[in-house]
């Protein structure tokens, strides 16, 4: 007993000491760029962006490499003195429009956009023309009077 408390001990002592080297060899965060204003701009204009690698997380939020390279990129062009609207222009310029969450409506963009409506209507149009149809297969009949007779006397029997 005496023996597995000590080594329960040791063990203990073994974590405790790990913990605290890893504490002690830990760096401070390093900001992200010299002036906060900068980065400011490189999140707004880059949240507004998709990471075409991952395609559903923005650019701000990807940690992918070309992510990387292309908040890098950015930067570059906010520092060139870029206004938010030609470094959105150069983005699609070079990587089209799939790069927007949100892509300009124009006619090559009418699908993205008016697609899922058109997909939802002829949904709805199909469910009505099969319930319709549906409704008009099952035929009613009527019993004769002898089968009413029967159902009756069954009926009365049960009880």
């Known amino acids: 007993m005496n023996s597995a408390f000590k080594k ?3 063990s203990l002592l073994c974590v405790y000491l790990a913990a605290l080297i890893n504490i002690a060899h830990a760096d401070e965060a390093t900001p992200l760029a010299a002036d906060p204003v900068l980065e400011q701009r490189l999140i707004s204009i880059s949240e507004e ?10 650019l701000s939020g990807s940690r992918s490499e070309l992510a990387q390279d292309l908040r890098r990129e950015i930067r570059d062009l906010i520092k060139q003195g870029k206004t938010d609207a ?5 983005m699609v310029d070079r990587y ?3 790069i927007l969450y949100r892509p300009p409506v124009k006619p090559t963009t009418w699908l993205l ?10 949904g709805i149009v199909a469910l009505l ?21 029967r159902i009756d006397a069954l009926l009365r029997d049960n009880k």
Do not use: H
């Open 49 to 58: 962006m998709r990471c075409l690698v991952c395609q559903n997380e923005s």
């Open 86 to 90: 030609e470094i959105r222009t150069f």
């Open 129 to 149: 023309m099969y319930l319709r149809r549906r409704n008009t297969q099952v035929t009613t009949t009527s019993l004769s009077d002898d089968e009413n007779k």
């Open 113 to 122: 956009w008016i697609g899922p409506f058109v997909l939802m209507f002829a």
């Open 96 to 98: 089209g429009d799939f």
């Open 8 to 10: 329960l001990w040791q």
